[in-house]
């Protein structure tokens, strides 16, 4: 018996011990001491002038050059007999997730305990499985910038009880009653299951963020909206008093936003960033999403990969600069972005520089036999699995199709592991067949879609956002 399958033969009050004692050891990576100071600087800095940021970021821009050329293999490689100058940004060659999925190791520092780092196992939103790690002051350092400006823009802080809506198996996808949350006592935090969403379900999970006394919620942005859709008693939505509603993972429209705001009572915030914290940005109450311009140096680039005209869109290339031990240099994070032009200002009076557009990879949703909205697939790539690529979509009311790009290895224990996952979400009812293909198209915009529903009454990913 796996870990998984351990966790969910427990009764309900083990499994809150169990995430309460995860949610102690993330607590322990996430903050210490130090954390309410960086939280006070990370506020301060958002006042910072241009020049401020230039100077900040090019003095931690040429450490994390150096660390590369000099102490990264995958780097120290590239730059063997090639021309150009290694203290020019410009002069680096663009750097792809297939190249990082295929040897993460090589763009360690040498010499690292990794006993003693972080290591987030994350497929990302397009399927393709990646390793990363941090130190733990980086982790403490990204926290304090998402206490700062997640949370403390919007008049809640990491004290405050809350629930997120994601991807997590913390309750089986067959339950057909509650709970279908768990209840993180260390993090204070009310995990909700995206994978349980539907109108027979909906009532119980505003009920429990009722119970917990939540006081934010975090998630998914197609999840949510799939809750707000589904919650029918909006007064009981409203009555939960929430102070705000935030965003992540996926582009968020008008129409959702609407949605969302009118069912909870609260106003939505949209949070952009990666699990590689190369490039962040958060949505400030004027509706604006700033850059973190500690998190990287961002470069929006034309077909022809060369920087766009200011409030043009392009290809986000981002360096990370919190990334000490695994630097990732010109990372092509597969997004479009619209960068709005240096001298913008923001009626907030937060001098960060504005990012006007994020057209993200907008992903449809599997619709279960059993009613539920499904649109979280990452996990089923985790690990060490030999795919390089994966796309599901959905051609039946009860079948489902898993292209899949593999990688030597690939065997019939890795397709009964992806097929197992796939039922683990979906539900054991719907027929899961495996493609494999030597590659996965792209759309019309040449973005890559994960998930592709049998049908959506939702508008097309161009829809105007606001």
């Given at each position: 018996m796996?870990q998984?399958?351990?966790?969910?033969?427990?009764?309900?009050?083990?499994?809150?011990?169990?995430?309460?004692?995860?949610?102690?050891?993330l607590?322990?990576?996430?903050?210490?001491a130090?954390?309410?100071?960086?939280?006070?600087?990370?506020?301060?800095?958002?006042?910072?002038?241009?020049?401020?940021?230039?100077?900040?970021?090019?003095?931690r821009?040429?450490?994390?050059?150096?660390?590369?050329?000099?102490?990264?293999?995958?780097?120290?490689?590239?730059w063997?007999?090639r021309?150009?100058?290694?203290?020019?940004?410009?002069?680096?060659?663009?750097?792809?997730?297939d190249?990082?999925?295929?040897?993460?190791?090589s763009f360690?520092?040498?010499?690292?305990?990794?006993?003693?780092?972080?290591?987030?196992?994350?497929?990302?939103?397009?399927?393709?499985?990646?390793?990363?790690?941090?130190?733990?002051?980086t982790?403490?350092?990204w926290?304090?910038?998402?206490?700062?400006?997640?949370?403390?823009?919007?008049?809640?802080?990491?004290?405050?009880r809350?629930?997120i809506?994601?991807?997590?198996?913390?309750a089986?996808?067959?339950?057909?009653?509650?709970?279908?949350?768990?209840?993180?006592?260390?993090?204070?935090?009310?995990?909700?299951?995206?994978?349980?969403?539907?109108?027979r379900?909906?009532?119980?999970?505003?009920?429990?963020?009722?119970?917990?006394g939540?006081r934010?919620?975090?998630g998914?942005?197609?999840a949510l909206?799939?809750?707000?859709?589904e919650?029918?008693?909006?007064?009981?939505a409203?009555?939960?008093d929430?102070?705000?509603?935030?965003?992540?993972?996926?582009?968020?429209?008008?129409?959702?936003?609407?949605?969302?705001?009118?069912?909870?009572?609260?106003?939505?915030?949209?949070?952009?960033g990666?699990?590689?914290?190369?490039?962040?940005?958060s949505?400030?109450?004027?509706?604006?999403?700033?850059?973190?311009?500690e998190?990287?140096?961002?470069?929006?680039?034309?077909?022809?990969?060369q920087?766009?005209?200011?409030?043009?869109?392009?290809?986000?290339?981002?360096?990370?600069?919190?990334?000490?031990?695994?630097?990732?240099i010109?990372y092509?994070?597969?997004?479009?972005?619209?960068?709005?032009?240096?001298?913008?200002?923001?009626?907030?009076?937060?001098?960060?520089?504005?990012?006007?557009?994020?057209e993200?990879?907008h992903?449809?949703?599997?619709?279960?036999?059993?009613?539920?909205?499904?649109?979280?697939?990452?996990?089923?790539?985790?690990?060490?699995?030999?795919?390089?690529?994966?796309?599901?979509?959905q051609?039946?009311?009860?079948?489902?199709?898993?292209?899949?790009?593999i990688?030597?290895?690939?065997?019939?224990?890795?397709?009964?592991?992806?097929?197992?996952?796939?039922?683990?979400?979906i539900?054991?009812?719907?027929?899961?067949d495996?493609?494999?293909?030597?590659?996965?198209?792209?759309?019309?915009?040449?973005?890559?879609?994960?998930?592709?529903?049998?049908?959506?009454?939702?508008?097309?990913?161009?829809?105007?956002?606001?």
């Amino acid at each position: 018996m796996n870990q998984l399958d351990l966790y969910h033969a427990l009764p309900y009050p083990l499994k809150v011990v169990a995430a309460s004692a995860r949610g102690l050891q993330l607590r322990g990576w996430r903050y210490g001491a130090e954390t309410e100071r960086l939280v006070r600087e990370a506020l301060a800095r958002d006042g910072w002038s241009a020049a401020q940021w230039a100077a900040y970021q090019e003095r931690r821009l040429a450490t994390v050059l150096t660390i590369a050329r000099h102490r990264v293999p995958a780097y120290r490689r590239l730059w063997r007999g090639r021309t150009g100058d290694p203290t020019r940004l410009r002069d680096w060659p663009l750097l792809d997730k297939d190249a990082l999925r295929a040897d993460p190791e090589s763009f360690l520092v040498e010499g690292l305990d990794r006993r003693r780092l972080y290591r987030e196992g994350t497929s990302g939103s397009s399927g393709t499985p990646l390793s990363l790690w941090f130190r733990r002051e980086t982790v403490r350092f990204w926290y304090a910038l998402v206490e700062a400006r997640s949370r403390r823009w919007h008049g809640v802080n990491d004290r405050d009880r809350w629930a997120i809506l994601g991807g997590q198996l913390v309750a089986r996808p067959g339950r057909a009653r509650p709970p279908y949350w768990v209840w993180n006592a260390a993090l204070r935090q009310l995990y909700l299951s995206a994978f349980h969403l539907g109108p027979r379900s909906a009532d119980a999970y505003v009920a429990a963020m009722a119970d917990h006394g939540v006081r934010h919620l975090y998630g998914y942005t197609a999840a949510l909206d799939t809750l707000a859709r589904e919650i029918g008693d909006r007064s009981a939505a409203r009555a939960l008093d929430l102070a705000v509603v935030i965003t992540n993972a996926e582009p968020l429209l008008a129409h959702q936003r609407a949605r969302i705001e009118e069912v909870f009572g609260a106003p939505v915030r949209e949070n952009y960033g990666m699990a590689e914290l190369v490039a962040a940005a958060s949505e400030c109450e004027e509706g604006r999403l700033h850059w973190w311009p500690e998190v990287g140096v961002a470069e929006v680039l034309d077909d022809d990969l060369q920087p766009v005209a200011p409030g043009e869109a392009g290809e986000l290339i981002a360096t990370g600069l919190l990334g000490d031990v695994q630097p990732l240099i010109r990372y092509r994070v597969g997004d479009r972005v619209t960068a709005a032009p240096p001298d913008t200002r923001c009626p907030c009076g937060r001098s960060l520089p504005i990012l006007d557009r994020v057209e993200g990879r907008h992903e449809e949703a599997i619709a279960t036999l059993d009613g539920r909205k499904v649109n979280r697939f990452d996990a089923v790539f985790k690990g060490r699995l030999p795919v390089r690529e994966a796309q599901i979509e959905q051609v039946a009311a009860d079948r489902v199709v898993v292209r899949l790009v593999i990688d030597e290895g690939y065997d019939a224990r890795a397709a009964a592991l992806v097929r197992a996952r796939m039922h683990d979400r979906i539900g054991r009812a719907m027929t899961v067949d495996l493609e494999p293909v030597e590659r996965i198209e792209r759309g019309p915009n040449g973005k890559f879609q994960m998930v592709r529903g049998l049908r959506t009454d939702r508008p097309s990913a161009t829809e105007e956002r606001e």
